[in-house]
């Protein structure tokens, strides 16, 4: 009971600091109508130039945190200006993109400026411990529950009293009226970002002082907490953000002390799908999201994800260049006479990566383009691939076809049964649940120990051996490259044949607008569910793949960086579109295997590439589908 | 009470202590042309998107054939025949006019004599591979799309191939009815399908329903229409509605001529905006 009450006290605080991330979530949601997915990486800045303030220039916590919440609400302005401004009028996908390419760019340049361990934060609060009875509650607690608290009532009041605040609200309310009654609203979306920008580097700082350490990586965790609690809330309440960031706290903080601190992420993430699988429009919720059926639909409302139509302009129709089926397998052959004439193992290890990366980018363009549920998630179901022939491969010396049936079946399951709480979804809500499954899917790798092995990862994973052909044995390069090549030639023909099938059109019909198709008779979710099947199933078959080529399966293949990766890799392709899918997956990959020393900066390049195509070609190299 | 016709009881839905539709009744055979009028708010299109399982009604029943639908999901009402059109016309942006129209057609596609749906297994095996059940479907299901765009005249057939987005508002309307009628559906409800045509044009929607009536001497037509002059000539019944609630349900002539009609929505709307012009509401 005691431990009960102290974990309650415990969780107020850090629920407190999700509730100032969550409120910055629902001031940009509320006042620019999109989901700021760099709302973590300005967190996750928040917490490092206070301790780069503290630790290099030595100045103490206050003046410090101060500084850095300066610095970071004008970054925030400034990820309005070079980010969203110029997408003003793009099809509803880009402006969140955007902010994805912006915190993939933030997140590595801090690796790179930080280095990417985890260091101890320079400055802490007395831990001096109070005791309620026999609760107890440490001055840490205390102080960040009140600055928390504060930071919130203060924004309450400036949103209630200041006439800025107020033209703030009415923007939220009816952005065109406002406009009317003469409140530049442009100006409004900029001091949302700005004010974004200052509760996030406050709510990193506190965190830090929380745990007592800052890392890089830490700006997605916690963002998508954030946005967690403001779902929770209904996204575009304050007093729902506050109520989300407490239980949610509360909830996770006991979930980890009873069932075990590794699992304290894992918990807050299901918590989040549970959530949107019961109620996404939240505890509190206002009609603003876009469950079906609801107020906005009934307006007609509610936000597309077609990858043209947008809300102001209405681009012309534009190309799409793709391969007809039976073209995979004509490249393929092609393809099939390389080591023929090359004979570095050093280019064809890089050409099996492009392909496996071209199969891994073509199931991402597959639910991102097609069904218009953008993907963050996809590494999961890469590791689940990767995972099954680690598991399956030795231990029960099952040959490879038995264990890429199994690779491409589970994660077939995996998928789909990770799909069902997105169901009700659209938009960029949807995208942050796939996050949440993204994460899921590693924490699971990482800490599921008895089967994945955690970091250690799994070793020594045979040469497959494939019994349908008489045992026939890839032990080589050369071998497994063609083994590598056939099935993803195979599968990227079958993929194929779904999109440019009746199932494809009705794929896409869902996408441009989920409440026609609803209205046409089509049994909406279960399309969607079969796009996941057949999603899951391709990377499935790539992660298996790829745990026979690596012969070494391990957590850190399976990060949200990879799903960042391969998400770029489909845009840039053009969603929808598994041909420039499959080019760009193939290309990007092979790209760093012949340019070394550029590691640390592909994904920096690869982020800028996302957001200058965004703003030049938002349909992508062959044009979305 | 029920039998072969939509059925709608006594149905209310409230938006937050606004009455949008109050204690509202109203039967649609199949066979028949009514049409609903009544002022802006009036609660007309909440009617249809409550018969068309978009938005759940606070109270009262619908059947539609029989069947009790207030609780189905809008795929599953629209399996039962039920085809609609939005107010606001809802076409998928980036599909081609002939893949919109297919996408119509679809749900006959996977759907079996008895009513029920192919499971995903056998749809995935009869779309990648080919096989000829599947294809003598598709091809009965083009067959019935073609004859649909077809009835447009050459308004959307050799538009086929261009994204819906492209298309004149007049088109995205048509286009909508085509796909509704792809479909064959037992009813068709229209909202407002005349909004944002010009004269001509609904010289030719009216030819087209007239035409319809003809052709498909078995489905029940629901219009939602402020031009009065078409509505004199497709109606066999017409309803006003007003805050909700039926005021009247007369043959076209009686009931736009009564007097508490002309007293509620002409006086209001004269009042107001030309009301031969009101699109929105
Ligand atoms: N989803 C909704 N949420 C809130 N109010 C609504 C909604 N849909 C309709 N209303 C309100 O219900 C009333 C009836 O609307 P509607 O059925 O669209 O009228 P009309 O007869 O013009 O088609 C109007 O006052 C409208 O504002
Ligand atoms: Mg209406």
């Known amino acids: ?126 831990s001096t411990t109070f005791f309620i009875g026999n609760a107890y509650i440490t001055v840490t607690d205390l102080v960040i529950f009140g600055f928390g608290a504060a930071a919130t009532v203060a924004l309450t009041l400036f949103v209630s009293f200041t006439w800025t605040g107020r033209a703030l609200r009415a923007t939220a309310q009816d952005a065109s009226a406002a406009a009317q009654l003469g409140i530049r609203t442009d100006v409004m979306r900029q001091i949302a970002f700005g004010l974004a920008g200052a509760l996030g580097a406050l709510s990193g700082i506190l965190v830090a002082l929380y745990f007592q350490s800052v890392f890089p990586q830490m700006g997605i965790p916690f963002g998508l907490k954030g946005f967690a609690a403001a779902l929770l809330g209904g996204l575009a309440s304050i007093p729902g953000a506050v109520v989300g960031g407490l239980l949610l706290g509360i909830g996770e903080t006991l979930a980890s002390a009873y069932v075990g601190d590794s699992y304290r992420d894992a918990i807050a993430f299901t918590l989040l799908l549970l959530m949107l699988l019961v109620r996404p429009n939240g505890l509190l919720g206002g009609g603003r999201l876009d469950a079906l059926g609801g107020a906005g639909a009934a ?62 980018s073509a199931s991402t363009s597959l639910v991102s383009g097609s069904v218009g549920i953008l993907s963050i998630g996809q590494a999961a179901f890469f590791g689940v691939g990767a995972y099954a022939v680690g598991v399956f491969a030795r231990p029960y010396g099952l040959p490879a076809d038995a264990t890429l049936a199994i690779a491409i079946g589970l994660t077939a399951l995996v998928a789909v049964v990770a799909a069902i709480p997105l169901l009700k979804l659209t938009g960029h809500t949807a995208a942050l649940g796939t996050l949440a499954i993204g994460q899921i899917g590693f924490l699971v790798f990482l800490n599921w120990v008895s089967v994945t092995r955690g970091p250690m990862g799994i070793l020594n994973i045979p040469h497959p051996v494939l019994e349908l052909l008489g045992g026939l044995r890839f032990a080589t390069t050369e071998q497994k490259y063609w083994l590598v090549l056939g099935f993803a030639a195979v599968a990227l023909v079958i993929a194929e044949r779904y999109v440019s099938s009746p199932i494809g059109r009705v794929w896409r019909a869902i996408r441009e607008d989920r409440l026609a198709a609803l209205a046409a008779g089509l049994p909406v979710r279960r399309y969607i569910l079969l796009a996941f099947a057949v999603s899951g199933a391709l990377a499935g078959l790539a992660g298996g793949l790829f745990a026979y080529v690596q012969q070494v399966v391990s957590p850190e293949s399976f990060t949200v960086e990879t799903s960042i990766l391969v998400l770029t890799m489909a845009v840039l392709g053009g969603l929808g579109n598994l041909t420039g899918a499959a080019l760009a997956g193939f290309a990007l990959a092979i790209l760093p295997e012949f340019l070394r020393g550029f590691a640390e900066w592909r994904m920096i390049v690869y982020g800028l590439l996302l957001l200058v195509a965004l703003r030049v070609r938002p349909q992508g190299l062959l044009g979305a589908r | 009470m029920t039998g072969e016709a939509i059925v709608v009881d006594n149905v209310s839905r409230v938006f937050g202590g606004l009455k949008a539709v109050d204690g509202a009744s109203l039967k649609l055979a199949r066979g028949e042309t009514v049409a609903i009028v009544g002022p802006n708010g009036a609660g007309k299109s909440t009617l249809i998107q409550l018969i068309s399982g978009v938005d759940r009604a606070d109270s009262g029943t619908i059947h539609v054939d029989g069947v009790r639908t207030d609780h189905l999901p809008p795929d599953r009402i629209a399996r039962l025949g039920v085809g609609r059109s939005f107010q606001t016309s809802r076409v998928f942006p980036a599909l081609t006019v002939w893949d919109s129209v297919l996408v119509g057609v679809q749900a006959g596609l996977i759907e079996t004599r008895s009513g029920r749906l192919i499971d995903p297994v056998t749809e995935s095996a009869g779309a990648l591979l080919g096989l000829p059940f ?62 944002g045509m010009n004269p001509t044009e609904t010289e030719e929607l009216t030819h087209l329903i007239l035409d319809l009536r003809r052709t498909h001497p078995d489905m029940g037509i629901l219009v939602i229409e402020h031009k009065l002059s078409m509505v004199r000539r497709i109606a066999d019944r017409v309803v006003v509605l007003n805050q909700g609630r039926v005021l009247i349900e007369d043959k076209p002539d009686h009931a736009l001529d009564h007097p508490e009609v002309v007293e509620a929505y002409l006086g209001r709307a004269r009042s107001g905006a030309n009301f031969q012009d009101a699109h929105h509401g």
């Open chain 1, 1 to 126: 009971m005691e431990l009960f009450l102290s974990q309650i006290l415990n969780g107020l605080a850090i629920g407190q600091v999700y509730a100032l991330i969550a409120l910055g979530f629902s001031l940009v949601f509320g006042v620019a109508n999109i989901i700021n997915f760099a709302q973590g990486a300005l967190f996750m800045l928040g917490a490092f130039i206070a301790y780069s303030a503290i630790a290099w220039f030595g100045l103490p916590l206050v003046p410090a945190a101060a500084v850095s919440v300066v610095i970071v609400a004008i970054l925030g302005l400034l990820l309005e200006r070079i980010a969203l401004r110029p997408l003003i009028g793009a099809p509803y996908v880009a402006p969140f993109l955007s902010t994805l390419a912006i915190s993939t760019i933030i997140d590595q340049s801090a690796e790179i400026v930080w280095s990417p361990e985890s260091q101890p934060f320079p400055a802490s609060i007395s």
């Open chain 1, 299 to 360: 307006a007609g409302a509610m936000p597309t994800t077609s990858l043209l139509a947008s809300s102001s302009s209405q681009q012309s129709a534009l190309r799409a260049y793709y391969l007809p089926p039976w073209g995979f397998l004509a490249v393929g052959a092609a393809f099939a006479l390389v080591p023929l004439v090359v004979s570095s193992t050093y280019v064809l290890q890089a050409l099996i990566y492009g392909f496996i990366f071209a199969l891994l």
């Open chain 2, 134 to 195: 599947w294809r003598r479907r598709v091809a009965a299901q083009e067959a019935a799309a073609e004859a649909a765009l077809k009835l447009f005249g050459d308004r959307l057939w050799p538009r086929r191939d261009q994204p819906a987005l492209g298309l004149s508002y007049a088109n995205r309307r048509r286009l909508e009815i085509a796909r509704l009628l792809a479909a064959e559906p037992r009813y068709l409800l229209l909202d407002e399908p005349s909004a």
